[in-house]
């Protein structure tokens, strides 16, 4: 649809940036914490580990005060769970609390909302011997942690999040599992389990915070069939409704989506679900809906003779296949980049136009951006041009989606700064604040503003007119 006018953002729109916990604060084992499963990887193929990241740990006033200068409006970070519990549960670090408590204060300081995500991908390591997530205890801690979060920073953080990603955890398994990789059937019992924990903190949050918000974090995009084909179409749905649908329609319907269920059911993998879990899901009402959204996917129908999943290296956004459910396929209408993700401004139009008309609750993007090897010049600058072009393109893409009557209610750019990719440390950098270190080599990690945080600052200024 053509429009004569798009609508404007709204004045209090939360123009934000994102980041997580073990991928930018480093000190991983100081003043108290416990280690979590990310602090076990070990430097692979000369890419960094996470234990000093872009020690934001120790320069989180440079770096709120940077966040000022951009203009931030709201910032979203997340909470390390095993530096305020080292154990996963039990004692609680007061130093951790500490930390966080005086990041939040300077936030508000500087006016700047505090977005929380409570749990991004760090499982504490004390549970995760105990059976992380397959054990139901893990539930129970993961309460205990959310209670002490809300009772201690819910007077000034009203917006949270339960889990990032919980979708990339169950169907990219390996870098949260640094032991043996669970099967199918134990990661929907995971996944299970962490729908009932992340619905009794929903109901706490409501409970304790004045005024709180709380919604789920997953990554949500649109599934498109290769051709129209009828049986692409099924494929792309099978493949929607289990990488996306399954994790909202929990969240804000409180039950298995059906098509998910059949899919379990046939492959022998549904969970054990006790009773009362789902009363629980049931009343947990998430307030909004957090969306990291970075790239469409497309797909074939199956085949079933073998071929259907490819053996290659995926990671959360490009796509295996599975055996009788679906083939990935190429789009031949989108670019990519040089890490091989789809770049799909209009598909980000697509899938929030898709989650509001299926959900109708407020959306915040939590997470979107381009990873990309930027160069720092001999006179300190960056010229990430094609990060702005990117940026540029899917800022336009939320106006028109607003403008289709989408509630959108925020942005958070992946990522404020630079910080430790999953896969590519950094030689994979987010940031509009660029850190000078390389993967083994700290330097000083001086902060430098990229061309793309000039550009982002006169977007805030403006309230997104130009885009
Ligand atoms: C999201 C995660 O999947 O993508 C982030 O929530 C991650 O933690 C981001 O960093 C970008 O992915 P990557 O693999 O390039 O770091």
Not at 354 to 376: F, Q
Request: charged fraction near 25%; include cysteine; glycine fraction near 6%.
């Amino acid at each position: 649809m053509f429009y004569k006018q798009l609508k404007e953002f709204p004045q209090d729109f939360l123009w934000s940036a994102s980041t997580s916990a073990y991928q930018v604060e480093g000190a991983y084992n100081e003043d108290g914490k416990g280690l979590s499963i990310q602090d076990l990887h070990h430097p692979t193929n000369g890419i960094t580990d996470f234990k000093v990241a872009s020690d934001h740990y120790h320069r989180f006033k440079e770096d709120v005060a940077l966040m000022a200068k951009l203009g931030l409006k709201a910032y979203r970070f997340s909470i390390s769970w095993s530096r305020v519990l080292p154990e996963g549960k039990g004692e609680i670090n007061e130093k951790g609390i500490e930390f966080y408590d005086q990041l939040i204060n300077e936030l508000i300081k500087c006016h700047i909302e505090p977005i929380v995500t409570i749990y991004h991908f760090d499982l504490p390591l004390a549970l995760y011997n105990q059976g992380g997530w397959n054990n139901r205890e893990t539930i129970d801690a993961f309460v205990e942690y959310s209670k002490i979060l809300f009772e201690r920073f819910g007077d000034r953080v009203k917006y949270w999040l339960t889990i990032n990603e919980q979708n990339v955890m169950i169907n990219h398994p390996n870098a949260m599992n640094p032991g043996k990789v669970p099967t199918k059937k134990e990661l929907y019992q995971q996944c299970h389990n962490m729908f009932v924990a992340s619905a009794k903190a929903t109901i706490l949050c409501h409970e304790i915070v004045e005024n709180g918000k709380i919604g789920p974090a997953p990554n949500i995009t649109a599934i498109y069939p290769e051709k129209c084909n009828p049986s692409d179409v099924i494929a792309s749905d099978n493949w929607e409704s289990i990488r996306c649908w399954l994790y909202l329609d929990i969240a804000v319907y409180g039950r298995y989506n059906s098509l998910v269920w059949a899919y379990l059911e046939e492959k022998g993998w549904t969970p054990t679900i006790e009773e009362g879990d789902m009363e629980v899901i049931e009343k947990a009402k998430p307030d909004y809906l957090g969306v990291n959204y970075y790239a469409t996917a497309t797909v074939a129908a199956a085949k079933n003779d073998g071929t259907d999943c490819q053996p290659r290296n995926g990671d959360q956004q490009i796509m295996l296949g599975e055996e009788g459910v679906y083939r990935a396929a190429q789009n031949n209408y989108l670019e990519q980049t040089e890490f091989g993700w789809m770049v799909d401004s209009i598909g980000m139009r697509v899938t929030l136009r898709r989650i509001y008309d299926r959900y109708h609750l407020p959306i915040l993007i939590t997470e979107n951006g381009l990873g990309a090897k930027d160069v720092l010049t001999e006179d300190g600058q960056i010229h990430d041009d094609y990060r702005i072009d990117y940026l540029k393109r899917h800022f336009h893409q939320a106006r028109l989606a607003l403008t289709d009557g989408v509630d959108l209610i925020g942005y958070c750019p992946w990522s404020f700064i630079d910080l430790v990719s999953t896969h590519q440390g950094y030689q994979k950098r987010y940031g509009f604040v660029y850190v000078d270190r390389e993967e083994n080599d700290l330097k000083e990690m001086k902060r430098y503003e990229k061309d793309s945080f000039k550009w982002y600052q006169e977007v805030i200024k403006e309230n997104g007119k130009n885009l």
